[in-house]
């Protein structure tokens, strides 16, 4: 059986705001087995990224609470690790690419003097040897001239190469996990699809797991073993990628699968989802998808649908609870 890396088990997070405590985060759940690529996918609010903030201990101190549940890596519990502890998982064996590089990239510094960094923190490597490794990993994901670049400045590249430069700097302490929170969100098509063929080639090459979080279910049908679909704070939906596609079982999984542009719908208009994801404080008792449902009825709104599971394939729906069983058309 292949390990577990990474375990969400009813993760709840809350968030201190000017209008009072919100939850982002409603009771998580979620594995990462050695060796896979599992997708996040939701659209914007749906609380991915809040997530993602959570397993790199980056969630702002002052601002949330870890309030339920936990996160193990590797077999540690992670979940409430103070951050002097984590900075020695953060960049070495978790490692994290963002969405503009631009924000990660300090501006006054070097191309290497900012890969240095990580291989003189983590791994106490000599000056000499750590330029060695700098080039090598710039080659490895494809960036030309790479014994000029470390002495570039990040403005002086274009933002396909600068999206290298994140994935090289990533990967340089060879992490166990690397989790991508839309990293090709920010370019435009054709660097998009080379970024994601360099990402698919690494990851074949080395013994990783990723976590690919994004509100694009076009990239996750490309890169991904499995999904878990997120909408409010919740997971909705998981399923193994093919399964999810061919037989999706929650009316919002259904949407995103619709909104995928097709050769068909070139020229027409686009099938959006209408409505948006509600606020935390905007969530009432019932199924938080239900004023967006085509499928709602009373007993979505009186309360919110257990997990049901069929198999490995979960959904939250109450179409899915045994005695209904509905088909999504
Ligand atoms: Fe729609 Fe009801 Fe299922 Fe929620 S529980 S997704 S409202 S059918």
Redesign the pocket.
Known sequence: MTEVLLEIKDLGIQFKTGEGVVQPIRGVNFSLKKGETLGVVGESGSGKSVTSLAIMGLLPEKKSKIVSGSIHFNNQDVTHLKDRQFRKLRGNEISMIFQEPMTSLNPVFTIGEQLSEPLKQHKKMAKKDRKEAIINILKQVGIPRAEQIINEYPHQLSGGMRQRVMISLALLCDPKLLICDEPTTALDVTIQAQILELMKQIKSEKDMSLLFITHDLGVVAEMCDRVVVMYAGEI?ESAEINELFDNPL???TKGLIDSLPTNNTRKSRLFSIKGQVPRPDEIGK?????NR?????D???AS??PTFSTGEHLS?????EPERQ?KIQ
């Open positions: 909705v929650h009316p919002y019932g199924c938080a998808f239900a449902c085509p499928y709602a009825f007993k979505c709104i919110a649908p939250k729906c109450w179409l899915q509905v």
